[in-house]
């Protein structure tokens, strides 16, 4: 028995009649079930994930009293998104388009070092396609027997079968639907609501579309929703090079590929034998040995299929193997395999960049500001004239503390010589005002601006408001604002 082969003595492997298609009319992939370390690694992501969406929200952190007790919470009632310590206001919405700028780089840096390691692994259609894959394998059986039960008539015994099989589906379905409404108020209540029919239409009506979509596209469309409706599969290839980890079939040495010889003798031709299981056992029907394609998930699956059979043969494993183009040309040529390089430009670039977001994005959130102010000028009229000639302006002046702990503030105004400030339903004209505002909250306060008439240089000015927190001189929020008059 040769174990090894000499790619100079082997045929080069003819070329395949047509192309591979692209889109299969008729049919879904039922894959077999294999062991091995990809099979394994699969299970570990898929039990952390789900653990992860349907237990997270019950997570707890203490944020003192009055305060949301969930550790991660998109509070959509009252304005706010918690993530542990960090409270998130409407007006920070931006860290959400810096959420999404790391998310993006770090999917690059991924695929620049492992390929399409988030759709083998952590992608959520993956994850709920395997685990409604597994419970048709646990109902019904492994490959072959799904697909006899599929072809024979209906009857009671297949009825009763289908029915375990879908009837699952949608428990789980309804439980991801549910879990999805959970991160958006306090779980424990909110599960309560929705078993007692207590909960609001708008959380049945969420649960209904997550669940749905679940249901329909791990259910029913499987493989479709990666081959024909995502949008990465189209342009992973872009981000990867000759040193990115891939799913890959070593033609050299598996060329030219026949059945299985009865005295074990591979001499002279490939150790492919043709046995398909690579094919069989992947979730979205791809035969790695046509090469790199955009339905190959790079599950790994195949790899652990085809090791077995190699071990039955007593061949070396890796026929097809989770490495580099770089590696498996060194190979063919039997010259130095140059190993694995995570340290390359490409993933400098994304590292760089990546770290880059997360440098500002941290740097931001420890020296955010924890008062906010907004000011809006009345429009409706945008200036009086008072009797005795002076010019009043109206405004509403906001302010937003965003501690849990109650402050006062002084407001006074500069800009314009003779400058008076007015709290609408305050004590008369001053100038400096005193302003208190709850915690966690936004301190709404509607006030006029006066000003002589003779201060005034034109149609219009500048002013500025001065807020100063007590006890705290030296933090100060100034900003500028019209100031409108009648002109000369």
């Not at 492992?114 to 395997?130: E, K, M, N, P, S």
């Not at 008539?153 to 009837?167: C, E, I, R």
């Amino acid at each position: 028995m040769n174990a090894d082969i000499d790619p100079g003595n082997v045929p080069a492997r003819p070329r395949a009649q047509g192309e591979v298609p692209f889109y299969r009319e008729k049919g879904q992939a039922i894959p077999r079930s294999v062991e091995g370390l990809f099979r394994k690694l699969k299970w570990w992501a898929s039990g952390l994930l789900l653990a992860w969406w349907y237990l997270g929200p019950f997570l707890r952190w203490d944020r003192g009293p009055d305060a949301p007790g969930q550790a991660i919470l998109v509070d959509m009632a009252g304005r706010r998104a918690y993530f542990f310590d960090i409270e998130i206001w409407p007006q920070e919405v931006y860290y959400v388009t810096g959420l999404l700028l790391v998310a993006a780089i770090s999917l690059f840096l991924m695929s620049a070092l492992a390929g399409r390691i988030w759709c083998g692994f952590l992608c959520w259609q993956t994850v709920y396609t395997d685990l409604f894959q597994n419970i048709e394998r646990w109902v019904i059986g492994d490959r072959t027997a799904r697909i006899a039960l599929g072809r024979a008539p209906m009857s009671a015994g297949k009825a009763a079968k289908l029915t375990v099989v879908v009837g699952s589906w949608f428990v789980i379905s309804a439980s991801t639907g549910m879990a999805a409404t959970l991160w958006f108020g306090d779980a424990f209540q909110q599960l309560r609501d929705m078993l007692t029919f207590q909960a609001d239409g708008a959380s049945y009506l969420f649960t209904l579309i997550i669940g749905g979509f679940c249901f329909l596209l791990a259910g029913f469309a499987r493989e479709r929703v990666c081959v024909y409706m995502c949008p990465y599969s189209r342009f992973q290839s872009a981000m990867l090079d000759e040193h990115s980890l891939v799913v890959s079939y070593e033609g050299w040495r598996g060329e030219p590929r026949a059945p299985a010889p009865t005295d074990r003798n591979f001499a002279g031709r490939g150790h492919c034998v043709d046995c398909k299981m690579c094919v069989q056992s992947c979730p979205t029907g791809v035969d790695i040995r046509w090469g790199n394609q955009l339905a190959c998930i790079g599950c790994g699956l195949c790899i652990d299929a085809c090791d077995q059979v190699m071990e039955k043969f007593g061949l070396p494993k890796g026929l097809i193997s989770y490495d580099s183009s770089a590696n498996l040309q060194a190979r063919e040529k039997r010259v130095t395999v140059p190993g694995f390089r995570p340290i390359r430009p490409r993933t400098l670039i994304y590292g760089g960049l990546l770290g880059i977001v997360a440098a500002v994005m941290l740097t931001s959130l420890l020296t955010r500001p924890t008062t906010g102010v907004n000011i809006l000028h009345e429009r409706t009229p945008l200036f009086v004239q008072m009797s005795d000639g002076s010019i009043r302006n109206g405004y509403v002046y906001k302010v937003l503390n965003m501690i849990r702990e109650d402050r006062a503030y002084s407001l006074r105004a500069e800009g314009l010589p003779g400058l008076s400030l007015e709290l609408i339903g305050g004590t008369g004209p001053a100038q400096e005002l005193e302003l208190s505002v709850d915690k966690d909250s936004v301190g709404s306060f509607r006030l006029f601006v006066s000003a002589p008439e003779s201060a005034m240089p034109g149609k219009s000015a500048t002013i500025t408001f001065i807020l100063t927190e007590k006890g705290k001189a030296g933090a100060s929020i100034r900003h500028d604002t019209l100031f409108a008059g009648p002109g000369r």
